[in-house]
């Protein structure tokens, strides 16, 4: 008999929901939209700045004698590197306002002789990285050429190896963004899961459904249930759209790890955690209006925070700190470990306690706030 | 037997200076339908929440049919109409019947034979799959009485049953309430409308400030709404 009523009200709430298209878009799409305009956003901060893109040179040979004609030469020929003509009449000020080349080269005259420097001018708002690259690549080149070595990096391979995971050096943006943003929207079932308790309370029916012999604990889970699989729902159907048609469209690869059974335990936890953020707004509220304000806000702000719109790794050393009172980051954090650093189960535990413990709080104050009639 | 039995009920919101009812005492005898008159602030509302086991924090007693209530078994023998359409308006009318006949545990087979009836009753048999947002005030007014008839009650609390419908509607609910006490059912019917009271009440009750200040049958009163203004005054109730 209860549950006969149970399986109903989550009928009901699946008929209601599904039937709501603002909701459908909020939930569905959203995600699918951010994903794919995130992940095309986020090229340059997680595509291999060095060999990716190609650095606009001018390169200045005023000596053109043996030692900096072979040095031209290797400038040139570095695949890092493209090499542009001065335009004429064009000082080193306009070269870099009209974005013609991002550093100039200038080997001087005296160069062979030992007596002046090659010079290296940058376009003053190149990325650091970019400037640290092109330095660190001239002054090896520039060694070979006075040292009269061959290959320096054949030389350096004998005293520094690196033994990063193969093709785990970095990350497709998808990477970051299909759990990211599957997240992000799975917190915003908080806006439809309060708007319809509210109307619910507004409108009468859930003060009729009291007429029947219908507990309250049996109201709460056909309230709980249905969002929680929808929140499970939402996280599937984004994996899938991340590892089957995102990289057929933009390009990039998606890796589920070695570990992939685990987003099973992972996925539940977090949506118990969504599905918690959704039962507090809801309790918490008092108009419709205030249960979007408040869902929408609490959502972006924890985004924001938990790493979600702008990438954990990037973040300064405070905002890094601040990132851990969002529960978003440690789901985020979580679905990486799976992703990228085919973590141990123990090594996401900590992560999942975090989660249900934010779960039960969100839970624990909706019981003692939410008011039913 | 009498279906509803209210004695000295007391309750007063939390935070509110005045009780909503005070000592307030009704009979509705079996059988019978009967008006409950009052203006805004009476307590009508108030008494059909306590009497549908909405409100639990009152001093007092409720008996449905000899039972004190809470009691299960007296909520089921009770059909409830709110004035506010408590409706699911995505959903269309046999989804909310079905909704609503599995709340009141009726097998899935009693569910089916009951929609129909009570689609018949209220004349929305032909709109039974189109959603309740899509209809007219008047068929929400209709779809409102359905559900609280779906599981056939005993006694059935109507509160402001017509507000807001057209003449037509008015009439059609107005036929099927006489229809079903006819038939024995026990209505309580909570209105602002002195002459709907008037044409199908047999007795009446009316509340004032929380606390009952007239009952008796109708065909003691000539004019309602003289009478009524009489017993409450003409002063406005903005409260």
Known sequence: MILRQLRELIRKEILILLRDRQTILLLFLMPVALIFFMTLALKGVYTDKIYERQIQLVIENESKLPKANLLEQKIESHKLISRVDRPKGMDNDRIFAENKAQALVRIPRGFDEGEKPVEINFDPVLDFGYKIAIRSLMTSLTVEVVMDIDNLEVIVANMLVEKTKPNREIPSPLQQTVPAYAIFAMFFIAIPMSIGFLKEKNDGTLQRLFTYTVSTNLLTLGKIIPYYLINVFQFVLMLLVGFYLMPRIIGFSFQLGDHALYLIPVTLVVAAATTGFGVLVAALARTPEQSSTLAATGAILMGVLGGIMVPYFVMPVLMKKLALISPMYWAHQAYLDIFLRDAALVAILPKLIVLTLFAGICFYVAGRRVQWI | MNALDISSVTFSYSGAPVCALQNFSLTVTEGRMQALLGPNGAGKSTLMR???????????????????????????????????????????????????????????????????????????????????????????????????????????????????????SRHHIYETLMGLNKAGMTILLSTHMMEEAQRLCSSVTLADRGKMIYDGPMSEIDNLEKFFLEKTGRGLRDE
């Open chain 2, 50 to 168: 306590i009497v549908t086991g909405q409100m639990k924090r009152y001093s007092g007693d409720v008996f449905i049919f000899g039972r004190k209530m809470p009691d299960h078994r007296a909520l089921v023998s009770i059909g409830y109409a709110p004035q506010a359409i408590s409706l699911y308006t995505t959903l269309t009318a046999r989804e909310n019947l079905r909704f609503f006949g599995t709340m009141a545990n009726l097998s899935g087979e009693q569910i089916l034979e009951r929609s129909e009836a009570v689609l018949g009753q209220t004349g929305l048999t032909d709109h039974a799959e189109e959603q309740v947002a899509t209809y007219s005030g008047g068929m929400q007014r209709r779809l409102n009485l359905a559900v609280a008839l779906l599981h056939s009650p005993k006694l059935l609390l109507l509160d402001e049953p017509t507000v807001g419908v057209d003449p037509q």
